[in-house]
């Protein structure tokens, strides 16, 4: 056989191995569609990608660089292939109640409070019962529940790479309820939540997320100077703080869980949902965000700066694990737990959730929610 007989049969071998092969690969193709069809979510063409999760944002327009942020926001987004995302922006007749449901209808998979604990307290107010995950780029000066779910306090773009990239955990809400005088309260937030007028005295929730107080901690905000917070941060808080040290002592009625109520004296009662406070404080060290009870703390000192002092002492302690059981102490911290508390003040006194003040309050009631907030937090 000639060589060109050779060329002739080795095209005509090659061309058949090459029609062997090609019809392996689309055998292979056809099985790997329908592997991808098997699988697709449910509304999803098994032709395209799922769609990635729509965020929302709904942002408190005060607090600094909310504006470049922005921009940095959809910046980012792009750069990772989601949806535009939707950008809504506080009020001061609304500081976010409004916005995160809006957000919701509008079909977000998840929406993230831009600003600090008020901006918080008012997004989960709306998402609380819904099953929507709450997102945080903390911006304020506590930033509590952000410190307590370990979210970027100083990176507002890697604190949203967290909500984006992060798990969906279930957290306890609490409610704070006004049972006497509501008129006299001031709680933008509960009010924009409800369709009641403003001054009604009908009881309304006031939700918090970390920790409800009444006393020297509600004096101690409602003292905090707002230019002092702006340079110094939570500093502010401790300065305010100085000039209650002398204040008066609390006639407190307390019941937990239905149980007979109990006459206290004390300098501070807190209710927590956790526990861990600016300046690497823990006051209630056994709180945790999804127990499904809350923990009471009454704080109670004697003997001025001796008794103040010792308290101090108590704290650090507890914050490592350490409970000084000694009794008859001139500082103390006492420690209780309870789904639901019944709280009567002689005279009334200055209520706080989450760093708000509120106004003053006689009679109040505070309970619990479990898991009724999805949060977003790391891996």
């Known amino acids: 056989?000639?060589?060109?007989?050779?060329?002739?049969?080795?095209?005509?071998?090659?061309?058949?191995?090459?029609?062997?092969?090609?019809?392996?690969?689309?055998?292979?193709?056809?099985?790997?569609?329908?592997?991808?069809?098997?699988?697709?979510?449910?509304?999803?063409?098994?032709?395209?990608?799922?769609?990635?999760?729509?965020?929302?944002?709904?942002?408190?327009?005060?607090?600094?660089?909310?504006?470049?942020?922005?921009?940095?926001?959809?910046?980012?987004?792009?750069?990772?292939?989601?949806?535009?995302?939707?950008?809504?922006?506080?009020?001061?007749?609304?500081?976010?109640?409004?916005?995160?449901?809006?957000?919701?209808?509008?079909?977000?998979?998840?929406?993230?409070?831009?600003?600090?604990?008020?901006?918080?307290?008012?997004?989960?107010?709306?998402?609380?019962?819904?099953?929507?995950?709450?997102?945080?780029?903390?911006?304020?000066?506590?930033?509590?529940?952000?410190?307590?779910?370990?979210?970027?306090?100083?990176?507002?773009?890697?604190?949203?790479?967290?909500?984006?990239?992060?798990?969906?955990?279930?957290?306890?809400?609490?409610?704070?309820?006004?049972?006497?005088?509501?008129?006299?309260?001031?709680?933008?937030?509960?009010?924009?939540?409800?369709?009641?007028?403003?001054?009604?005295?009908?009881?309304?929730?006031?939700i918090f997320l970390v920790i409800a107080g009444l006393g020297f901690d509600a004096a101690m905000v409602a003292d905090a100077d707002d230019q002092l917070k702006a340079r110094m941060g939570w500093i502010a808080y401790f300065v305010a703080g100085v000039k209650h040290l002398h204040g008066r002592r609390l006639r407190v009625r307390l019941a937990l869980d239905g149980r007979p109520a109990q006459h206290v004296r004390l300098r501070s009662l807190l209710i927590g949902n956790c526990g861990r406070l600016p300046g690497g404080i823990t006051l209630l060290p056994d709180a945790v965000l999804d127990d499904g009870v809350l923990d009471v703390a009454v704080i109670d000192t004697r003997g001025g700066i001796a008794g103040w002092a010792q308290l101090l002492g108590e704290v650090v302690l507890q914050g490592v694990g350490v409970r000084n059981e000694l009794p008859n102490k001139i500082g103390r911290i006492d420690h209780a737990r309870a789904r639901e508390l019944h709280i009567e003040v002689a005279g009334g006194e200055h209520v706080q959730v989450d760093g708000d003040i509120v106004g003053r309050a006689r009679e109040l009631t505070a309970r619990v929610d479990p898991g009724a907030l999805v949060v977003r937090v790391a891996r």
């Open 1 to 206: 056989m000639s060589w060109v007989g050779w060329v002739a049969v080795s095209a005509g071998v090659l061309a058949l191995v090459a029609v062997a092969l090609g019809l392996w690969v689309y055998r292979q193709q056809g099985r790997l569609r329908a592997q991808v069809a098997a699988v697709a979510p449910a509304g999803t063409d098994a032709g395209q990608a799922p769609r990635g999760q729509l965020v929302a944002f709904v942002a408190n327009p005060s607090k600094p660089d909310v504006t470049s942020l922005r921009a940095a926001v959809r910046k980012a987004a792009s750069e990772q292939y989601l949806p535009e995302p939707l950008w809504f922006e506080t009020t001061v007749e609304d500081p976010g109640v409004g916005q995160a449901r809006e957000a919701v209808a509008a079909g977000a998979d998840l929406v993230v409070a831009v600003g600090g604990d008020g901006t918080v307290r008012a997004v989960a107010e709306a998402l609380a019962g819904t099953g929507v995950p709450m997102g945080l780029m903390p911006l304020g000066t506590g930033n509590l529940l952000a410190r307590n779910l370990d979210v970027p306090l100083n990176d507002p773009i890697g604190a949203m790479q967290l909500a984006v990239d992060g798990q969906d955990k279930r957290i306890d809400v609490g409610w704070l309820r006004v049972l006497r005088h509501e008129s006299e309260m001031d709680d933008d937030i509960a009010e924009a939540a409800d369709d009641e007028p403003a001054d009604t005295d009908e009881p309304r929730d006031h």
